[in-house]
């Protein structure tokens, strides 16, 4: 019985520690994410395409200065539909005037038949955009990696950039981004 008792606690202890050991990892690696891009300031002036389709700017879409999170997704990223729910819940617990939530579409090919049903799917409460230069500038590549979300505070300030998806640990790393930005 006793050599049962000890099998089972070397187990639990085991457990125990790839559970620390995979929190830890997974900690770590949600640090690999991009870099800080400039400052918001500089992607203002970008063109984009607003819901309705008309020609605007970033910085119209944003508004007056206060923290901003940039979002850019796809129809085709189901992290995109993860990440953009997490949004949509942070706009119900942030007004528009305390916090700007922008979603920029970057489906190359524009079709409206994908892209409205994921909008749905995800509950997007949050102002939207359409455009790749936007991300082109921000991200500083040319080539396309999904789901790409930064913080600013509210001076434009970078605060966070994310690239990588954890799922609850990333969503919960940006919710701390906004909390600091809007803090700061």
Not at 78 to 89: I, T
Request: hydrophobic share 45%.
């Amino acid at each position: 019985m006793s050599g049962g008792l000890q099998r089972r606690e070397a187990l639990l202890l085991f457990g125990a520690g790839a559970a620390m050991f995979g929190e830890r990892a997974a900690a770590q690696a949600l640090k690999d994410q991009p870099p800080l891009p400039a400052t918001l300031s500089g992607f203002r002036e970008l063109a984009v395409r607003d819901a309705a389709g008309a020609t605007t700017t970033l910085g119209r879409l944003i508004g007056g200065e206060r923290p901003t999170v940039l979002s850019f997704w796809a129809s085709w990223c189901a992290p995109c539909l993860v990440e953009a729910r997490h949004l949509a819940s942070l706009r119900t617990q942030y007004p528009e005037n305390r916090l700007a939530i922008i979603g920029v579409n970057v489906d190359a090919a524009k079709d409206a038949a994908r892209v409205e049903p994921f909008r749905i799917k995800a509950k997007m409460n949050y102002t939207q955009a359409v455009g790749q230069e936007p991300y082109f500038a921000v991200t500083g590549t040319r080539s396309i990696a999904l789901p790409r979300t930064y913080v600013f505070d509210a001076a434009g300030r970078p605060v966070a950039a994310f690239g990588r998806f954890y799922g609850r640990r990333t969503t919960k790393a940006i919710t701390a981004a906004v909390q600091k930005a809007l803090a700061g």
